[in-house]
C-alpha cells in the first residue's frame, strides 16, 4: 500500500493516469467511470488497435448494444483476423461511452492490428481471439519465472491474478478477484487509489518474473508509450490511459524514443481492415477458447448492472429460469437461498456472497441437491447467450449487407441460442429462408445446420437448427471475394468447387446442394462436370456411392419446381454402370468389403425405386434390370454370403421372389455343407438390418435360423457368434424380446420348423376373429362413426373397408 499512502490520490503533475485494468472486470469498469468523473482528462488513450479510431463514434448510436467485438481481417486473406471483444462491464467500454458522452476524444493505442494480422500469417496459424491478448489472463502477463523457480529458457505465460491469490492465501483467483475488487468499491472514497495497489502489485510481478519477456509484448508497450508520448505533446499530461494492468509498470518506465523505434523496426505488416461485430457472452467466456475471458460472464454482467441487493436479485433470477422449467421454486426457497449464500460468505470468511456461495445454496435450495438442473442455469444465466447489436452504419463487406437485407426480408434474425426451424417448402417465406440457408452453408457460413424433421418426412419439409457465433462474421468476410450478394457468391463458389473436384461422389453432393440452394447459373457447370467426371470413372463403388444423391436430387427438384431432366439422364446413366459393373465386383471379397460393397447395393436399391417410380421414358425398365443383377448375385457361389443373402431379403421385400423360394434358398446356405461363417455372413445379409420383424412374422424362417444355430459345431461356435451377435443386436428390445420368447417356447406338438411358433397368440394359421374384434370400437372412434349423424351401426366389413 506505498503507492497509496504516499500518493493519497491522483499524483498530479506526475505524468499521465494510468488506469491498470482487468479485461472484462465489473470492479475494474466502475473504478474507470469513478476515476475518470474524479480526473475529468481531456483525452482518453485505450488499449486497442489504432485502425479503430475512426469507428469509436458508432459506440453511441442508439442500435450499438454489447457485447461486440472489433474485428480486424486481412484485406487479401479474410480468414486471416483477429477480435478485440467489449462487453457492457469492460473497462475499455467503460471509458469509451465514458468519452463520448463528455466530448472528449478518445483513442485507441495499441500496436496496430496491420503487425499483428502479420504475427499470425508468420506463425502456424491465424491469431486467435483477441489478437495479441489471445494467450494472457484476464489482467495479461507473458515472462520468464525466476530461474530457481524454472530453469527451462523458453518464456512462459503468468496469470497475475492466480500468483496473487496464491500469495494471499486464495487457491481460486476468481473467488479472490472478487473479494478483492468486487466487493471492495473504489478504495473507501478515493477512485484512484485500487489502480494505485494494482500498480504496485504488478510492478512487483514484474521484477519477480524479469528477464523472459515476450517480444510483442515489448513491441506493444513500446507502441503505446510512443503514442502515450504523442498525446502529451497534444494535450500535456491531462489524459488517462486504460490499458491491461500488466503493462503499467512498463509503461510508466522511462524509455528513449530511440528505443521505442527500435523495438518496433522491421515489424511484419499486411493491410488490413476494421468493424464492429455482435458478439456474444458465451465467447466472452474461457471455454470457448478465447484466452483474456472469463469464467462467468453472465454473473459479471448482473454484478455490474446491479450494485444494490445483487444477491437477492440474482437467486430471483434463477428462480425465474427455474419456473420456465416447470420446477416447484416459491418466494420462500429465494429468501432461504439468500440466508444460506449469506451464511456461507460469513463461515468462509468473505465479505459478501459470491458466485461460489450463491450456486452452493442454489443447488442446496432450489435443485435438491441436483447437479442436473444447476448445469441449466450454468449455462444460461452463469454464461449466458446474450447477443450484442451493431448498426446499420458500421463498416461492412457488400455480402455483409446483403446478408442482413435477406435476414430482414425473411424475417430470420440471427440469434446466439441454439432454436430449431421448421419450415414448409410449400410457402414462399419458408421456400426462400431455405434457398438462403442452403446458400450460406455452401460458403462456408455455418449458421444452420439441417436436421431430421418431427411428425414428417415429405420432401416439402425442412428442418434446421440454427445457432449464430460471432465467427460467422470472419466466414461472411472471408466468403465476400466469391462476389458482392449471396447469390452471387453462391454461384461462383459451386462452379469453383465443380472444377476443383476429385471424386465424383463430390460432385454429385454439389449438384445436389445446388438444387437445394437453387442455383440455376451454376447447375449447368456443375453437371457438365458430372458427367465428364462419370464417364471416366470405373469403380462401381464410387458410382454407387454417387447415385443417391443424384436419385435425392431429383425428389428435391420436384418439391421446388425445378427442371431435373439433364440430371435424371446422368442419374439413369450411373444405374445402367452399375447394373453392368456390380456382380464381378463382388467376387472374392473380404468381410470389411463385403460389407462396404452391401452398403452400397441397400443405398442403390432405395435408389432405383425413386428413380423408377413413376418409369421415366427412354430409361427402360431400371426396376426390373436391378431385379435381375440382384438374382444374379444371390445365386453366384463365389460372391460372398452377405451380399447374397441381401440380394435374397431386398428380391424378397419387392416380391420378386415367394416366401416358400425364400426359404429354400436359405435352407441351401444354412446346409450342413457350407461352413459356419459362411452361413453366418448369409444371415446377417438376409435379417441384418431390420430384418428381426421378417424372423417374428415368418415362423418358417425362424425355424431354418434355429434348427442351423443349433446344429453349428461347438469348435465353430466361437467364430460365428460375432456375426450373429452384430445382427441381433440391431434388432429394436422388443423385437429381441418376442424373438426370444418364440425360441423359448419351442416347436409346437407338430414338430418341425413351421411348429416353432404354434400355441403363441397371433402366430395361429388362421386370422383370431375374436382379437380382431377386439380392435373395432377403437377404431369407430377414431373414425368418428360413433358420434352423431352417424347412421348407426356399420357392419364390421364396411368398417374395414372405411380403414382400407
Known amino acids: ?47 486497442g488497435p489504432p485502425e479503430a479510431d475512426a469507428l469509436i463514434p458508432l459506440a453511441a448510436d442508439h442500435d450499438m448494444r454489447p457485447p461486440v467485438a472489433l474485428l480486424a481481417h486481412a484485406v487479401d486473406e479474410p480468414g486471416r483476423s483477429a477480435f478485440w471483444p467489449l462487453a457492457g462491464f469492460s473497462p475499455e467500454w467503460v471509458a469509451i461511452r465514458w468519452a463520448l458522452e463528455h466530448d472528449v476524444p478518445a483513442r485507441f493505442i495499441d500496436l496496430p492490428a496491420t503487425h499483428t494480422l502479420a504475427w499470425g500469417r508468420d506463425d502456424a496459424g491465424p491469431p486467435a481471439d483477441g489478437g495479441a491478448d489471445a494467450e494472457g489472463s484476464a ?11 524454472c530453469p527451462a529458457e523458453a518464456p512462459v505465460r503468468v496469470d497475475p491474478l492466480a500468483v496473487l491469490a496464491e ?79 500488466w503493462h503499467v509498470p512498463a509503461l510508466r518506465r522511462k524509455a528513449t524514443v530511440a528505443a521505442d523505434r527500435a523495438l518496433l523496426k522491421g515489424l511484419p505488416r499486411v493491410k488490413a481492415d476494421m468493424t464492429w461485430v455482435p458478439w456474444t457472452h458465451r465467447r466472452l467466456s474461457r471455454a470457448s477458447g478465447y484466452g483474456a475471458g472469463i469464467d462467468s460472464p453472465g454473473w459479471y454482467s448482473h454484478l455490474f448492472d446491479v450494485p444494490d441487493r445483487p444477491v437477492e436479485r440474482w437467486l430471483t433470477k434463477v428462480a425465474g429460469l427455474l419456473r420456465e422449467e416447470d420446477r416447484i421454486v416459491s418466494s420462500a426457497h429465494v429468501i432461504e437461498a439468500v440466508r444460506l449464500a449469506g451464511t456461507l460468505a460469513a463461515m468462509r470468511g468473505r465479505p459478501l456472497p459470491g458466485l461460489g456461495e450463491t450456486t452452493d445454496a442454489v443447488r442446496a435450495v432450489m435443485c435438491d441437491g441436483s447437479d442436473v438442473p444447476l448445469a441449466l442455469v450454468h449455462d ?27 435476414q430482414r426480408r425473411l424475417r430470420l434474425k440471427p440469434e446466439a441460442p441454439e432454436r430449431d426451424l421448421e419450415l414448409d417448402l410449400r410457402k414462399e417465406t419458408d421456400a426462400g429462408r431455405s434457398r438462403l440457408l442452403h446458400r450460406l452453408r455452401l460458403l462456408g457460413v455455418g449458421w444452420g445446420e439441417p436436421t431430421a424433421s418431427r411428425g414428417s418426412t415429405g420432401t416439402f ?66 453437371m457438365r462436370a458430372l458427367a465428364d467426371r462419370a464417364a471416366l470413372d470405373a469403380d462401381v463403388g464410387h458410382l454407387a456411392q454417387a447415385l443417391p444423391a443424384l436419385v435425392r436430387s431429383l425428389r428435391y427438384g420436384d418439391v421446388r419446381g425445378t427442371d431435373t431432366e439433364a440430371l435424371a439422364g446422368v442419374a439413369a446413366g450411373l444405374a445402367e454402370r452399375i447394373f453392368v459393373g456390380l456382380p464381378p465386383a463382388c467376387v472374392a471379397l473380404d468381410a470389411d468389403a463385403a460389407e462396404e460393397i452391401r452398403r452400397h447395393v441397400d443405398a442403390v436399391h432405395g435408389a432405383v425405386a425413386l428413380l423408377d417410380d413413376p418409369p421415366k421414358a427412354g430409361h ?15 445365386g453366384r457361389d463365389t460372391v460372398a454370403g452377405v451380399l447374397r ?20 434358398l436359405m435352407s441351401l446356405a444354412l446346409s450342413p455343407g457350407t461352413p459356419p461363417a459362411d452361413a453366418a455372413a448369409w444371415i446377417e445379409g438376409f435379417v441384418g438390418g431390420g430384418g428381426g420383424m421378417l424372423l417374428v412374422h415368418d415362423e418358417r424362417l425362424l425355424g431354418l435360423v434355429d434348427d442351423w444355430l443349433t446344429g453349428v459345431p461347438a469348435q465353430a461356435f466361437t467364430d460365428v457368434l460375432p456375426l450373429l451377435r452384430r445382427t441381433f443386436s440391431a434388432y429394436e428390445p422388443g423385437v429381441r424380446r418376442t424373438l426370444g420368447e418364440l425360441v423359448r417356447r419351442g416347436p409346437g406338438p407338430g414338430g418341425g420348423a413351421g411348429g ?41 366389413n364396411e368398417l374395414a373397408e372405411v380403414a382400407g
Do not use: N
Request: glycine letters at 12%.
Open 380 to 406: 444460461r444465466l452463469v454464461v449466458g447467450d446474450v447477443l450484442g447489436a451493431v448498426p446499420e452504419a458500421a463498416p461492412a463487406v457488400p455480402l455483409q449487407r446483403d446478408l442482413a437485407r435477406l
Open 167 to 245: 500469495a494471499a492465501g486464495y487457491d481460486d483467483p476468481e473467488r479472490w478477484w472478487e473479494d478483492m475488487v468486487e466487493h471492495r468499491g473504489t478504495g473507501g472514497g478515493d477512485a484512484f487509489a485500487p489502480f494505485l495497489v494494482l500498480e504496485e502489485a504488478m510492478d512487483a510481478l514484474r521484477e519477480a518474473y524479469a528477464g523472459g519477456e515476450d517480444h510483442r509484448d515489448l513491441a506493444r508497450e513500446a507502441y503505446m508509450r510512443l503514442q502515450v508520448r504523442a498525446a502529451q505533446r497534444e494535450f500535456g499530461d491531462d489524459l488517462a490511459v486504460v490499458c491491461g494492468a
Open 461 to 526: 419439409r425442412e428442418t434446421w437448427r440454427l445457432r449464430w457465433d460471432p465467427e460467422l462474421s470472419v466466414r461472411v468476410a472471408e466468403a465476400g471475394v466469391w462476389g458482392t450478394t449471396v447469390l452471387a457468391a453462391a454461384t461462383a463458389r459451386a462452379e469453383a468447387d465443380a472444377a476443383a473436384a476429385q471424386a465424383l461422389a463430390e460432385i454429385t453432393a454439389l449438384a445436389e446442394r445446388c438444387l437445394l440452394a437453387e442455383l440455376p447459373d451454376a447447375l449447368p457447370v456443375v
Open 620 to 634: 427402360g425398365d431400371l426396376r426390373a434390370r436391378w431385379h435381375t443383377v440382384l438374382r444374379t448375385l444371390s
Open 1 to 47: 500500500m506505498r503507492g497509496v499512502e504516499e500518493a493519497g490520490g491522483r499524483p498530479h503533475g506526475a505524468g499521465p493516469l494510468l488506469l491498470g485494468v482487468r479485461h472484462h472486470g465489473p470492479g475494474s469498469a466502475r473504478a474507470v467511470r469513478a476515476a475518470l468523473e474524479a480526473a475529468r482528462p481531456r483525452v482518453v488513450l485505450i488499449e
Open 756 to 796: 416353432l411358433t404354434g400355441g403363441v397368440p397371433g402366430f395361429a394359421e388362421e386370422p383370431d376373429q375374436e382379437r380382431a374384434d377386439a380392435v373395432l370400437p377403437v377404431l369407430r372412434l377414431l373414425l368418428g362413426l360413433d358420434g352423431p349423424g352417424s347412421g348407426g351401426e356399420k357392419p364390421g
Open 139 to 149: 489482467v495479461e502477463g507473458t515472462a520468464e519465472p525466476p530461474a530457481e523457480a
Open 645 to 664: 443373402g441381401r440380394a435374397v431379403r431386398l428380391l424378397l421385400d419387392d416380391g420378386e421372389v415367394e416366401q416358400e423360394q425364400a426359404a429354400r
